[in-house]
């Protein structure tokens, strides 16, 4: 089943988003926890200063294939009318016309234009990533500068607000094809986002979608409720995030350290 939030962008709802993510939680279609793992630089302390996550736009990713999308653009008169007009409500019907008998005739202009608008509206969404746990061993080597970061832990309950729209990231051999013409609006953008290489699979990743709406974004203190740090943390970092923490309201947290499994390629997480 689809969680509440993805059909909320689809079709009406009595509910909020937050209500719907707190629904998604509470009947296990989303994590109630997500995790984040973190380098040892700067913008990880400003996470604790600002209280903040910062969204990136898409071409801001590591990975050159991530959110591509194949367009299919084949659609009757009507279907294309409907686009047209979703997409330009100050047009008046014979302005429409126009356009539509435009775009059939020309369906090598019609594929240009509509990419375009798909890769400028993605352009514009924020997308802030998560895994499902603190003990992926790939995850601390990629994303916490080999071990040496630390991983948050996000209670989602406790701000779901800042947590719309968690999406479960597919992964595929092939790009997504879609039709942006006959698709939901905002579907065709939110596939893109939330589909990648089978080769990325091991991130198990949710990602939180701000759309039209990239950069920092503010959570609830109290949604922030736990640190791991990873295997190689220098006691430095370690007192430094602590301190970090007492300083700007994060009294709460609590604090775990990873080290190597004795028996097996594994992290074992132990409170400090």
């Known amino acids: 089943m689809l969680p509440l939030t993805i059909t909320r962008l689809t079709s009406d709802s009595p509910f909020t988003p937050a209500e719907l993510v707190l629904q998604d939680i509470a009947h296990e279609r989303i994590p109630g926890h997500?995790?984040?793992?973190?380098?040892?630089g700067e913008n990880t302390k400003k996470i604790f200063t600002q209280s903040k996550l910062y969204f990136a736009k898409p071409h801001q990713f590591n990975d050159p294939f991530d959110c591509q999308l194949t367009i299919d653009t084949t659609c009757t008169k009507a279907e294309l009318m409907h686009f047209i007009k979703r997409n330009n409500s100050h047009f008046s019907r014979a302005e429409g016309r126009r356009m539509v008998e435009k775009y059939m005739d020309n369906p090598s202009?019609?594929?240009?234009?509509?990419?375009?608008?798909?890769?400028?509206?993605?352009?514009r969404t924020g997308i802030c990533c998560f895994g499902p746990n603190n003990h992926?061993?790939?995850?601390?080597?990629?994303?916490?500068?080999?071990?040496?970061?630390?991983?948050?832990?996000?209670?989602?309950?406790?701000?779901?607000?800042?947590?719309v729209f968690?999406?479960?990231?597919?992964?595929?051999?092939?790009?997504?094809?879609?039709?942006?013409i006959r698709a939901p609006e905002?579907?065709?953008?939110?596939?893109?986002?939330?589909?990648?290489?089978?080769?990325?699979?091991?991130?198990?990743?949710?990602?939180?979608m701000k759309?039209?709406?990239?950069?920092?974004?503010?959570?609830?203190?109290?949604?922030?409720?736990g640190v791991t740090f990873g295997c190689k943390a220098s006691d430095a970092f370690i007192k430094e995030?602590?301190?970090?923490?007492a300083d700007n309201g994060f009294e709460h947290l609590t604090f775990d350290k990873a080290y190597p499994s004795q028996a097996k390629f594994a992290v074992s997480i132990r409170p400090i």
């Open 241 to 245: 995030i602590k301190t970090l923490a």
């Open 166 to 180: 968690p999406f479960k990231v597919k992964y595929r051999d092939n790009y997504p094809r879609l039709n942006h």
């Open 211 to 225: 759309f039209q709406d990239a950069g920092l974004h503010s959570f609830k203190k109290a949604a922030l409720v």
């Open 136 to 163: 992926s061993l790939l995850m601390w080597a990629h994303y916490s500068d080999s071990h040496r970061g630390l991983c948050l832990k996000f209670d989602v309950a406790a701000d779901p607000d800042a947590f």
């Open 34 to 40: 997500l995790y984040k793992y973190r380098d040892t």
């Open 109 to 123: 202009l019609l594929r240009t234009v509509v990419n375009e608008a798909a890769r400028e509206s993605l352009g």
């Open 186 to 208: 905002g579907a065709s953008v939110r596939e893109m986002v939330t589909t990648k290489s089978k080769d990325w699979e091991y991130e198990n990743e949710y990602r939180v």
